[in-house]
């Protein structure tokens, strides 16, 4: 009796693992059909940060953050990302970061980081793909043990470490009141329907500079991410009349 319950255990185990195997590859095979991470990350298009759980991003230094993908490569489900974003209210800085996809049950919605020599490593999964609502977690690994708190995002650490260039090393901070007020941002909403689930650290983006996040977007990155929403961002004061001048590129 205890080997047929083991036989049978084991049968499921690998019944599962086998169905889990097929759904992966037929959204493997599906390419750029299935609507997944990579699928979103068109040429030129440009999406906005407009929530996030983060702790590390909960200061009023950082506003305005896009991204927007420059190179992809459909072969090798390739892209690369430039970042910029506002500090201080008055300057402007980005950075550029190549990433890998690799492809799960849902189809290619991981990407981690290729190319770490000016930036740190970075792994995110989309765990929604609706461009009005893309909800991104960021993924602990392995190497989140080798001294660097990997609750920070490459956004924290856009800039490299020169030591002669002061501007180039926007340093994090608490916001205090006064960041608040003049952001005109949110931080540390309570809790979704007061109920405090396993917090995950997320961040919800949407397509285009300007679009703002429906009532129900804002819902269900509450319900999926859980925890507390830390920061709001607003599009104000976010258009550059010269990006070109205006941005300082750190890579």
């Not at 929530?51 to 909960?58: A, H, V």
């Not at 008055?90 to 849902?106: A, D, I, P």
């Not at 999926?224 to 010269?242: D, H, P, S, Y």
């Amino acid at each position: 009796m205890y080997l047929a319950a083991v036989f049978i255990v084991c049968a499921c185990i690998s019944q599962a693992l086998a169905e889990q195997t097929e759904a992966q590859t037929a959204a493997c095979n599906a390419g750029s059909v299935a609507k997944d991470g990579f699928s979103l990350l068109k040429k030129e298009v440009t999406f906005r940060l407009a929530l996030t759980t983060f702790t590390s991003l909960n200061t009023g230094r950082y506003r305005c953050i896009a991204a927007t993908t420059t190179l992809r490569d459909e072969d090798r489900h390739e892209v690369t990302e430039v970042v910029r974003y506002q500090v201080d209210l008055n300057e402007w800085y980005s950075f550029s970061q190549s990433f890998k996809f690799t492809c799960g049950s849902k189809g290619y919605n991981t990407m981690s980081s290729t190319d770490n020599s000016t930036v740190p490593y970075a792994s995110y999964e989309f765990l929604t793909t609706d461009p009005k609502c893309i909800i991104l977690q960021y993924l602990r690994t392995a190497s989140d043990h080798e001294g660097q708190d990997r609750q920070e995002m490459a956004i924290e650490n856009e800039a490299p470490q020169d030591e002669n260039n002061e501007a180039s090393q926007p340093q994090a901070r608490s916001e205090t009141q006064d960041d608040a007020k003049k952001s005109g941002e949110k931080e540390d909403a309570q809790p979704h329907n007061g109920v405090t689930r396993p917090s995950l650290d997320c961040m919800l983006w949407v397509e285009g500079p300007n679009t703002e996040i429906s009532s129900e977007c804002e819902r269900k990155f509450l319900e999926t991410c859980g925890g507390i929403l830390r920061r709001t961002f607003t599009t104000k004061g976010c258009v550059l009349a010269n990006p070109d001048a205006q941005i300082v590129k750190l890579n």
